[in-house]
T-cell receptor
Framework: GESVGLHLPTLSVQEGDNSIINCAYSNSASDYFIWYKQESGKGPQFIIDIRSNMDKRQGQRVTVLLNKTVKHLSLQIAATQPGDSAVYFCAERYQGAQKLVFGQGTRLTINP | KAGVTQTPRYLIKTRGQQVTLSCSPISGHRSVSWYQQTPGQGLQFLFEYFSETQRNKGNFPGRFSGRQFSNSRSEMNVSTLELGDSALYLC??????????????FGPGTRLTVT
């Protein structure tokens, strides 16, 4: 499949462990954030979003944490499975803008 | 409900040619955005269309253009192709666009190779 990034940061975890993927965003005025997962040969897939008036949001096996003080976003994946192997992107929306700005991505690999 | 579809999936062109890519959004979605993805620059926003109007534009030269039809299907065109235009071009649809905070649903992309 297509390579989405040749020099992405890589996180390797054991199957069953929890994964934490971090993202530093750029604009203190951003008001909406999304995490996407991209598997080889596919387009990005929505995982979870969070608005700037929240600091935590939980989904199924995933939690997003937002720290506006240091402009930091994290994605926690519980009980990581082989199917979680992918590149993960954070994206921010500048307040009032109609576009998303994506981070460079992190490649998550799962060790059996 | 069918997902976002993009055609063609793969395309090879030579420098100086022009290309048109097509995107069919999820039924009922009125917003279509286009992104370029390369290993060096990552995912970069090209433009967004909503109800046949370009609502926002990224920092790309005028060689990159698009349009949206009344059925919400969208096309993007790149004229006078350059080697650096080789990339995965992704289309994303959403019900109302980012103004409403809705997530975007991406298609599988069109892999363009310029030789």
């Amino acid at each position: 499949g297509e390579s989405v990034g040749l020099h992405l940061p890589t996180l390797s975890v054991q199957e069953g462990d929890n994964s934490i993927i971090n993202c530093a965003y750029s604009n203190s005025a951003s008001d909406y954030f999304i995490w996407y997962k991209q598997e080889s040969g596919k387009g990005p897939q929505f995982i979870i979003d969070i608005r700037s008036n929240m600091d935590k949001r939980q989904g199924q096996r995933v939690t997003v944490l937002l720290n506006k003080t240091v402009k930091h976003l994290s994605l926690q994946i519980a009980a990581t499975q082989p199917g979680d192997s992918a590149v993960y992107f954070c994206a921010e929306r500048y307040q009032g803008a109609q576009k998303l700005v994506f981070g460079q991505g992190t490649r998550l690999t799962i060790n059996p | 409900k069918a997902g976002v579809t993009q055609t063609p999936r793969y395309l090879i062109k030579t420098r100086g040619q022009q290309v048109t890519l097509s995107c069919s959004p999820i039924s009922g979605h009125r917003s279509v955005s286009w992104y370029q993805q390369t290993p060096g620059q990552g995912l970069q926003f090209l433009f967004e269309y909503f109800s046949e109007t370009q609502r926002n534009k990224g920092n790309f030269p005028g060689r990159f253009s698009g349009r949206q039809f009344s059925n919400s299907r969208s096309e993007m065109n790149v004229s006078t192709l350059e080697l650096g235009d080789s990339a995965l071009y992704l289309c994303a649809s959403s019900p109302q666009g980012l103004a409403g905070g809705y997530e975007q649903y991406f298609g599988p992309g069109t892999r363009l190779t310029v030789t």
